[in-house]
């Protein structure tokens, strides 16, 4: 029996070598590494800067905090996402406002996204769930027709002139829509790389933004530097320069920086992530091919429109119930294969229960979490693991179809 587990980290000899440097060279905190891979992503992203930060969800609250959000706004998001997408809203003191997916869809219901703001509204976060970004030509048109609505409280709002388009792309990282690649089509974007991610730096996150007219993209910098190390007008690297060990708190700010040695990680990691994505869709076009033949539900990667970063292979199996589909992943289990399920809706967690959420108020979030499972995708698989997954999965489907 072969032992297939959800999603290990890739990590070899490039990631160890480089954290060996990272450590030899006695800077390992932020500095040039840190400084080197935000340069990378925002290459990587056709943006002027990037900011890594030690977690996506860190990014998110950055972002809240930066555009002034907090007690009085609120915050639009998706009820079918993990808790990342949404605490960092409760952080700030925002009111949440979770909407529905569309039916039989991953993504929020653009509908109701529509008829949920109001004149306090101050920000959407749409999820790229599995690696595939929303529709933003149909969330830019939105925001544009509800801009007699907006009531900017900051400057930066105001600049903007409308309520921000602040994506979660924790999945995202690499996918790409009408000739956009992710992180330069939102008004700011959050990446995460925790572990289990395409790119992996073990803990960690980084965010971009468009360019804003009116505002420098060095002042935004900076802002995001004082927010994630405690206010201070200098970081590390920064005061030892000669004569330069004095500094300022120009706020009491939060600690979420990155490292040297998880940047070192990740440097390592961008190096081999084309051919990693390479990898992932060709084992996302063998799971397609066993598998919609069988009337199962897939989630579409690519399309002419829009290039998936493959990060989850999600499945839908139509008419089972979330009985039968728990059983289908204990099943895999007992064969060594390990599937998860993405994701059960927010208001069905207790913390979201408590402040007032109800699972009947999304019966399409419930609808597509009943019968969802999530095979596992990842670049240390081997042909001949897809193949006995397949194998496996359809044996089990079969002795379901005869019980």
Known sequence: MRKIPFSPPDVGADEINEIIEAVQSGWITTGPRTKLFEKKIADFCNVDKAVCLNSATACLESILRLLGVGPGDEVITSAYTYTASASPVCHVGARLVMVDVAKDSFEMDYDLVEKSITDKTKVIIPVDLGGIMCDYDKLFEIVQRKKNKFCPSNKLQELIGRVSIVSDAAHAFGASRNGKICGELSDF????????????????????????????????????????????????????????????????????????????MGLAQLTRYNDMMKKRKEYIGMYDAAFKPLGIKVLKHYTPNYTS???????????????????????????GIAANVHYKPLPMMSGYVAMGFEIKDYPNAYGVYENEITLPLHTCLEKEDVLYVIENMKEILDEIDRG
């Open 189 to 264: 974007t959050s990446f995460s790389f925790h572990a289990v991610k395409n790119l992996t730096t073990a803990e960690g996150g980084a965010l971009t933004w468009r360019h804003i007219d009116g505002i420098d993209d060095d002042w935004i910098y900076n802002q995001f530097m004082l927010l994630s190390l405690h206010g201070q007008s200098k970081d590390a690297l920064a005061k030892t320069k000669l004569g330069s060990w004095e500094y300022d708190i120009v706020s009491p700010a939060y600690k979420c920086n990155m490292t040297d040695i998880t940047a070192a």
């Open 309 to 335: 970063s493959g990060h989850l292979y999600m499945i839908r199996i139509p008419g089972i119930s979330c009985e039968i589909r728990n059983n289908i992943i204990t099943k895999l289990a007992e064969r």
